[in-house]
């Protein structure tokens, strides 16, 4: 898996890398075809009571890239709910893929009367 974790207006500390990595480790658990992830984290200067930090992540996986971007007031906590919207997109497309042969419940219902 190749990793990039990369600041806009923001330097990216060895504190948080070790964060974004141990949040990672979740969705990586869930689903091991991870090919590429690139992670952006970014302070959005706006006012300075209307301070904005932002977290997106591009994850590759085969056959298809997953997008999630989510802002909040505090980085950490972006990272946090960014992770939850990750970990979910992940294990939905883990479902389909798992999904994709079964026979639909219509012809199920139709093959029994």
Known sequence: ???TISGHHLEVTPALRE???TKLERVTRHFDQ???VSVL???EKL???ERRQRAEVTLHVKGRD???EQSHE???AAI???MDKLDRQVVRHKDRLQDHHHTAAKRLDAQVD
Do not use: A, G, P
């Open 41 to 43: 984290l970014t302070v």
């Open 47 to 49: 006012k300075e009571k």
């Open 66 to 68: 997953i997008f999630v």
């Open 19 to 21: 964060y974004v990595l």
């Open 34 to 36: 991870v090919v590429d």
């Open 80 to 82: 946090d709910q960014l």
């Open 1 to 3: 898996m190749n990793l």
């Open 74 to 76: 505090d980085l950490y």
